[in-house]
């Protein structure tokens, strides 16, 4: 039944997308981030629905789309340079039938990241981009949200819809994603032209926050919870009454503590006693082993190199016994352990080059949208939302480089298509600045914005 609905999706998608060419990109946002073929049996798990989405959105763009105010900007530019090293590291790679494994929806992803803010040429296309993007994911949370207030959820134990640990379906993955998405959601609330803001989006964006927050109880993910607590300072800074903010903020956690799963508790209670929990310290090891291995091997060695690690893991537990402290070291030893965090996925798979690219796209982002917040953040009714998008995108992309830290998601395709959101929302504020600066001969000129990266 499922593959019969996704068909007739497909064929009304086609019928209408060559003369509204952004559909099949939404249509590719819905294929990428939700993955229909994995909730199907028989038809979608031999299609390459993910290729078909993606050529016919960038075939109509090129044929019917108007271009006029597409933009190339630098870090569109930087995403290329990463795909090509990606290649060069790949045709290299310790590995290589792993590494054109992940090679093979790796290039894709960057590729329709690049090509992504072309077509966001207009604050409707950027819009429906990031409301499409939020409900695509909502679709994952709301069910992760009911069945935690249903049985508590659990570590490993909660099924997002399907067995499989991968993309978005990742606990600790769309964990840190659900969070990045809240200050999304509230801009939506406030600013959203396609749905207006009334008591029944308010309802809903609320309801969606709440499952988004239940998200790393139900998966007892660490990162969550990490995330959590930076999402909360970033609020701050915009929050106009901070006391009040602050104390409402501990009411809140204090009221909540009571109907956590105990669970919960106890797994969020070893992030500060690493060196007893085996899974944080083989983390540890495993990033001392890429830290020495990017000396041996600064160009990287492809995707899935941590696939040539051995490691020695010492674990320390601690218990104490009235005034007697008892300290207990053991040694374990394990091998091909993942990366677990996105640093040292790129430090290990593409090398210090790799890294430097990675970091200046994800920082570059953190500065424009920076710039973008200060300068509409005064701006009229209808140039307000500009900033408001721009701090929602940038508080999203500090939640993200927080949580992988503890995750290997540095290409992530939704962190990928949330860059492309930012880059789209440059080069439309840029374009529009300057039209508005343009005045005949002999007017009054005003500043006009700095080049869009």
Not at 242 to 265: E, K, W
Not at 347 to 358: K, T
């Amino acid at each position: 039944m499922r593959d019969l609905v996704f068909v007739a999706f497909l064929m009304a998608l086609f019928a209408t997308g060559f003369r509204r060419p952004f559909l099949f990109v939404l249509a590719y946002a819905y294929v990428d981030i939700i993955a229909p073929q994995r909730l199907t049996y028989w038809l979608l798990n031999s299609v390459p629905v993910s290729m078909i989405a993606a050529a016919l959105a960038m075939l109509s763009w090129a044929i019917v789309d108007d271009k006029r105010n597409a933009r190339v900007a630098p870090r569109q530019g930087l995403m290329l340079l990463l795909l090509f090293y990606c290649w060069m590291t790949t045709i290299g790679a310790q590995f290589p039938v792993e590494a054109a494994f992940k090679w093979e929806w790796v290039w894709k992803a960057l590729a329709f990241a690049i090509f992504l803010p072309l077509t966001l040429t207009t604050r409707l296309r950027i819009e429906g981009l990031a409301l499409y993007m939020v409900l695509c994911a909502a679709s994952i949370i709301i069910v992760g949200g009911i069945k935690t207030l249903a049985s508590g959820g659990g570590y490993g134990v909660l099924n997002l819809m399907v067995s499989n640990n991968a993309g978005l379906y990742e606990s600790s993955t769309i964990s840190a994603i659900a969070i990045a998405i809240i200050p999304l959601i509230l801009h939506l609330m406030k600013f959203g032209t396609v749905f207006p803001p009334d008591w029944r989006v308010k309802l809903f964006g609320v309801a969606l926050i709440f499952a988004c927050l239940l998200i790393p109880v139900g998966t007892e993910a660490r990162t969550g919870l990490v995330c959590i607590g930076v999402l909360a300072v970033l609020l701050l800074r915009d929050a106009r009454r901070r006391i009040l903010y602050l104390g409402l903020m501990a009411a809140a956690g204090m009221l909540a503590i009571p109907f956590l799963p105990q669970s919960f508790t106890q797994r969020m209670g070893t992030i500060g006693e690493y060196q007893a929990d085996s899974s944080a310290s083989s983390r540890v090891a495993v990033w001392k082993w890429t830290w020495d291995y990017a000396k041996d091997h600064p160009l990287g060695g492809g995707f899935d190199a941590f696939r040539g690690n051995n490691l020695r893991i010492e674990k320390v537990e601690t218990e104490t016994v009235g005034a007697v402290r008892d300290v207990t070291k053991t040694i374990e030893y394990d091998q091909a352990r993942a990366y677990h965090s996105a640093y040292f996925e790129m430090l290990g798979e593409q090398g210090y080059p790799g890294l430097l690219i990675w970091l200046s796209i994800q920082l570059g982002g953190l500065w424009r949208m920076e710039i973008l917040r200060r300068r509409y953040r005064g701006a009229g009714p209808d140039q307000h939302w500009i900033a408001s998008l721009a701090t929602a995108l940038q508080n999203g992309q500090v939640i993200y480089l927080v949580g992988a830290a503890f995750i290997a998601i540095a290409i992530q395709p939704f962190a990928l298509m949330m860059i492309a959101l930012q880059i789209g929302l440059d080069t439309y504020a840029g374009r529009r600045t300057k039209a508005q600066a343009f005045q005949p001969m002999g007017g009054p000129r005003t500043r006009a914005a700095p080049t869009a990266a």
